[in-house]
């Protein structure tokens, strides 16, 4: 069974930095495309970030040129390095699939909370 564990959220400033990390178990990690995504309170979760197995990416305009994903496949992990952050990045973070690929069953994300 795959488990995804997010870690690293936490309480920042508004222009201020977090990295976020995704530990995924099982052997399925390296041979697909990894995403993260986010649910601000009372919204719809939304994604936010994508990057394939031969580590290209893309993002969404919301955080486009502040947000960086990344991966490292040896260790089955998935960032997420947020910089600039804005009181709108407020959310509790999810990694999963990539957005167009069957969902896994989502873990318990990480909070981040951006103060203005």
């Known amino acids: 069974q795959v488990q995804l564990v997010e870690s690293g959220g936490g309480l920042v400033q508004a222009g201020g930095s977090l990295r976020l990390s995704c530990a995924a178990s099982?052997?399925?990690?390296?041979?697909?495309?990894m995403g993260w995504y986010r649910q601000a309170a009372g919204k719809q979760r939304e994604w936010v970030a994508g990057i394939n197995v031969s580590r290209s990416t893309k993002y969404a305009d919301s955080v486009k040129g502040r947000f960086t994903i990344s991966r490292d496949n040896a260790k089955k992990t998935v960032y997420l390095q947020m910089n600039s952050l804005k009181p709108e990045d407020t959310a509790v973070y999810y990694c999963?699939?990539?957005?167009?690929?069957?969902?896994?069953?989502w873990g318990q994300g990480t909070q981040v909370t951006v103060s203005s």
């Open positions: 999963n699939r990539d957005k167009g690929y069957p969902e896994l069953e």
């Open positions: 099982g052997s399925f990690f390296s041979i697909n495309a």
